[in-house]
Nanobody, 123 residues
Framework: VQLVESGGGLVQAGDSLKVSCAVS????????MAWFRQAPGKEREFVAG????????FYADSVKGRFTISRVNAKNTVYLQMNNLQPEDTAVYYC?????????????????WGQGTQVTVSS
């Protein structure tokens, strides 16, 4: 299974950005999908997750109300819409796929990872 992120970039505080993750080589609907991020010198942290049915979504408190995760199963793609970005959102954003993560927020529960896309927010 291959995951390829795209859409990162440099934006100013208050701007919006949408990152995408295209999945290939597996049965997309079998996977719970999530976004993580990792800033320099920090551990990788959970940002948002979505079930295969698109019904259940989960967010870190730090992004709740600003970020929205979605997926289009027909396109094997998961998205992260990020609004009102702040400098503390600066990180490499990773897409992750897991068959049955027992804990959505733990990186070790995920089976496949993308290479990451850089998001930089200037003040």
């Amino acid at each position: 299974v291959q995951l390829v992120e795209s859409g990162g970039g440099l934006v100013q505080a208050g701007d919006s950005l949408k990152v995408s993750c295209a999945v290939s080589g597996g049965t997309f609907i079998l996977y719970f999908m999530a976004w993580f991020r990792q800033a320099p010198g920090k551990e990788r942290e959970f940002v948002a997750g979505i079930s295969w049915s698109e019904v259940n979504t989960f967010y870190a408190d730090s992004v709740k109300g600003r970020f929205t995760i979605s997926r289009v199963n027909a396109k094997n793609t998961v998205y992260l819409q990020m609004n009102n970005l702040q400098p503390e959102d600066t990180a490499v954003y990773y897409c992750a796929a897991g068959r049955q993560p027992t804990s959505n927020i733990l990186p070790r529960e995920y089976d496949y990872w993308g290479q990451g896309t850089q998001v930089t927010v200037s003040s």
